[in-house]
């Protein structure tokens, strides 16, 4: 980990956007920065670092490990997003580990109380955080009823349509880039990567799905939407 002074800007960092500029730059003075090469470690799974992150370049995973070493991952977030508020609001060690997905990734440490400052002084930025918040608790109970009830062949379904709706929408389509990773995709579901290239593959031959060279099209994204709603209604 190197520091990276030079780059020390937050106008990308999504929740800050309300901020005046000056004040983003205050708060950017307050933060530690530090480069990442990817697969580097940003925080480790029930570490005592407090800091909030946030990722002003490159893209960060949120993962775990289980007992016998098996990588889970549960999300990834690009540049302009933040983690660690848990950890920062209250004082319990990390919920699970960061690591960078790319090289270059440039990550900004603000310590607890400058973040606890900040929102409780900002209302808007509170409710942003309180968003965050919910979202991740979303996400985690779907999971968690996908791993009870569906097999693995729609729980490949489910998560592909999460991808999908965070991609760049094409009239009824949506453009996934960069393609997503096949280990990537087995890790959050908890199957194979054979599973996911095979399920990818029958929904290729559907016409679901196309592969394109830099991305990865779901060519309709309400027909996949009944396929895993139809799916969890008989579940």
């Known amino acids: 980990m190197a520091s990276d002074a030079g780059a020390a800007s937050l106008d990308g960092i999504d929740l800050l956007r309300p901020l005046p500029p000056e004040e983003r730059a205050a708060l950017a003075r307050q933060c530690r920065w530090r480069r990442f090469q ?6 480790d799974h029930l570490g005592e670092t407090r800091d909030v992150i946030f990722i002003a370049a490159g893209r960060v995973r949120v993962l775990s490990h289980s007992a016998a070493g098996r ?6 977030v690009d540049a302009g997003g933040f983690l660690g508020e848990m950890a920062a609001i209250d004082g319990l060690p990390r919920s699970a580990s960061v690591a960078a997905v790319e090289d270059g990734t440039l990550i900004a440490f603000l310590a607890p109380k400058p973040f606890r400052d900040l929102v409780t002084g900002h209302p808007d930025l509170a409710i942003a955080v309180m968003k965050r918040l919910c979202r991740v608790v979303r996400l985690t109970t779907d999971r968690v009823m996908e791993l009870s009830t569906l097999g693995a062949n729609n729980r ?4 592909l349509l999460r991808l999908a709706k965070r991609g760049r929408a094409e009239g009824g389509a949506a453009v996934i880039a960069p393609i997503p990773v096949h280990a990537d995709i087995a890790s959050r579901v908890s199957t194979t990567r054979e599973t996911v290239a095979r399920v990818l593959s029958d929904l290729s031959r559907e ?3 196309e592969r394109r060279p830099d991305a990865l099209v779901v060519r309709d994204v309400a027909r996949l939407e009944q396929l895993v709603e139809d799916v969890r209604g008989g579940a």
């Open 38 to 43: 990817a697969n580097e470690q940003i925080i």
């Open 71 to 76: 990588e889970i991952s549960f999300d990834d």
């Open 156 to 159: 490949v379904h489910a998560e």
């Open 207 to 209: 016409g679901l799905v």
